[in-house]
């Protein structure tokens, strides 16, 4: 039975002062019981201060990307080694945000899901195609592209990654998926992870997910639930898309 599981993508947001509020809005609204991992990834700055407040919460932290180094002359990243001093439990890989203006390539989506893995932080791998791609009916193609270089990693390192959809044009942009559209990609990416034996990994459906949207994506069967963007902003909206 795969795990249900809420991760906020706080992107380049927050401050000490707003995170303070957000993130003891969300320790206090959620419940021990709750059957949902939820876990939020701020910008790195705010790493230490998200350990300090939530180390005896339920909830669980990352980052937002991983260096494929180990460490050394590489200026502005930060090593696998430096996302464990801060306890980090996940890391995002491959958000379409960095893959247009980074131009992240899926080869180096794959290297960063691998050096996450070897040092026992789950990569959330992110997938999506453009509404280009959508439109010349390229979805799965595009899908099953981006995921080959991940795929044709060692089989022992794909089933401890977290994979996430995120159709580029849902992102930020207030248009969902509808449910069967989700759902279609998500049984494809299945299909796909079974080629390799990790058909139980959980995959998580991600753009302008809301609390009034949450509930139906989630009543699909190969969805397991949400990386949130916009909506993990705001604790109340966050909380009601882990309460559904
Ligand atoms: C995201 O950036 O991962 C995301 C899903 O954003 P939003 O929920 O704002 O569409």
Redesign the pocket.
């Known amino acids: 039975m795969r795990k249900r599981l809420v991760i906020g993508?706080w992107?380049m947001n927050g401050s000490l002062a707003a995170n303070q509020v957000l993130l003891s809005d969300l320790v206090n609204g959620l419940t021990k019981t709750s059957n949902c991992l939820v876990a939020v990834c701020p910008s790195f700055p705010y790493l230490a201060q998200v350990q300090s407040c939530l180390q005896n919460s339920v909830v669980s932290w990352g980052a937002q990307d991983i260096s494929i180094a180990e460490s050394g002359a590489y200026t502005g990243e930060v090593s696998a080694n430096m996302l464990k001093d801060f306890a980090c439990r996940w890391v995002i890989v491959g958000?379409s945000?960095r893959r247009t203006y980074h131009g992240e390539r899926s080869e180096v989506v794959a290297q960063k899901a691998l050096r996450a893995v070897e040092h026992g932080i789950t990569p959330v791998v992110?997938v999506g195609e453009s509404l280009a791609n959508r439109e010349a009916g390229q979805t799965l193609a595009v899908i099953e592209e981006q995921l080959a270089p991940v795929l044709a990693l060692d089989s022992s390192v794909v089933s401890q990654i977290v994979v996430?959809y995120?159709p580029v044009w849902?992102?930020?942009?207030g248009l969902t998926a509808t449910p069967a559209q989700a759902q279609e990609v998500h049984a494809f990416i299945r299909t796909q992870l079974a080629t390799v034996g990790a058909a139980d990994v959980q995959i998580l459906y991600?753009?302008?997910?809301k609390a009034d949207n949450a509930a139906n994506l989630f009543t699909m069967p190969d969805i397991d639930g949400a990386?949130?963007?916009?909506?993990a902003l705001n604790a109340k909206e966050f909380l009601a898309i882990i309460a559904a």
Do not use: D, P
């Open positions: 993508n992107k958000h945000e992110c996430a995120e849902a992102i930020g942009t991600g753009g302008s997910v990386l949130v963007g916009g909506a």
